[in-house]
């Protein structure tokens, strides 16, 4: 299979002057988006467990793998955000047949990954660990990178549809399957941010792009609060030098995080493709097993006991074709944002 020439030919004024941020940085947009995909059980979407009819885990597993040098270029770019965006989708489409698989993903990791590039190429060295100041600094160079979008970007943004295939509700005038709304667009010199602004009521991701990335930064405090908690208490637990804490604990603080944005955030690709209260009732199941996990306690004894509820609730939405995606796109940023912060396990 040969994968589409992209070019990848958006001008970047500014580079990254290490190689090696680039390619750590391209490294944990990918580890993020595996990671992601494969944690189960995570209701509602595709796992290593459960694959949907047209797309599988291992269209997840290619997109993921096929994206690495956009994400690495994404990295040295200080410009360029729709058509890295584009060239992403491109690239995943060129290596599976699932269909869109990251598209919301990659409008998270792309400015995400610009910004990181931007910030550690301050630094001397890749920092092992950054603080919450720091990764607060991550999103507020993304958000800045969004809102420098020009016109041009919302084009290549909106050519980026054609590949994809993807599900969403117009924005107000500028209808994606109008081949004349580039050229509306380009008239009225409208921006990519503005684009996003005007979906934002409606859209979670691009409610990201206009409100500073802060369900991505959120998921990633989430992430990394879950897996301290349950290496302590995996530390409490040891005896000797053998632990009885089974597992690393990255899989469950997966599925916890993934509740707890999805409980609090009504996921607007299941709004789109069901209605409001189906979006409402889901968010409001996932709080109730939220709640009953934090009452147990996130050690490997607890959290086993929570995840065949967990199940239970992921059978229910494999089977009413339930999928809340635009979380699981806020996960893999907020996975992006701990890895680049210092979390291994």
């Known amino acids: 299979m040969n994968p589409i020439n992209t070019g990848f030919t958006c001008p970047v004024p500014g580079r990254a002057e290490n190689p090696q941020i680039s390619s750590f940085i391209a490294r944990c947009a990918q580890l993020a988006m595996l990671l992601e995909v494969s944690a189960s059980p995570k209701p509602g979407n595709v796992d290593r467990e ?14 993921s793998v096929s994206v690495y040098p956009v994400l690495e270029l994404a990295a040295k770019s200080r410009d360029g955000v729709g058509e890295l965006i584009r060239s992403a989708v491109c ?9 869109n698989t990251h598209f919301g993903a990659f409008l998270l990791l792309i400015p995400l990954s610009m910004a990181a590039g931007d910030l550690f190429n301050s630094y001397e060295k890749i920092p092992s660990k950054l603080l919450l100041e720091e990764l607060e ?25 054609g590949v994809a295939g993807v599900r969403v ?16 667009l380009r ?54 030098s053998v632990s009885n804490c089974s597992g690393t604990g990255i899989n469950e603080a997966i599925v916890y995080t993934f509740l707890k944005l999805l409980s609090r955030n009504r996921d607007t690709f299941i709004q789109i493709k069901f209605d409001t209260e189906t979006a409402d009732y889901v968010s409001s199941r996932a709080g109730e097993l939220l709640s009953d996990w934090e009452i147990s306690g996130k050690s490997a004894k607890d959290s086993a006991s929570i995840l065949p509820k967990v199940q239970e609730f992921d059978s229910e939405l494999l089977e009413k074709r339930i999928n809340p995606g635009s979380t699981a796109d806020i996960i893999i940023a907020g996975l992006f944002i701990a890895l680049l912060g210092g979390l291994r396990f």
């Not at 507020?140 to 549809?161: G, L, M, P």
């Not at 509700?169 to 509306?184: H, I, M, Q, R």
């Open 50 to 63: 459960h694959n949907y009819p047209d797309t599988c885990f291992e269209h997840f597993v290619a997109s």
């Open 137 to 161: 600094a991550l999103t507020s160079r993304a958000h800045a990178f969004v809102q420098a979008t020009d016109c041009e970007d919302a084009v290549e943004f909106y050519r980026a549809f």
């Open 169 to 184: 509700n117009d924005v107000d005038e500028f209808s994606l399957g109008d081949p004349d709304s580039t050229a509306e």
């Open 187 to 240: 008239a009225k010199d409208v921006t990519l941010y503005e684009l996003m602004d005007i979906s934002r009521g409606y859209d979670l991701i691009a409610n990201e792009w206009t409100s500073g990335f802060g369900r991505c930064l959120e998921g990633a405090r989430s992430i990394l609060e879950f897996m301290q908690a349950r290496n302590c208490g995996a530390e409490a637990l040891t005896s000797g």
């Open 91 to 99: 690239e995943s489409s060129a290596w599976q047949k699932g269909g």
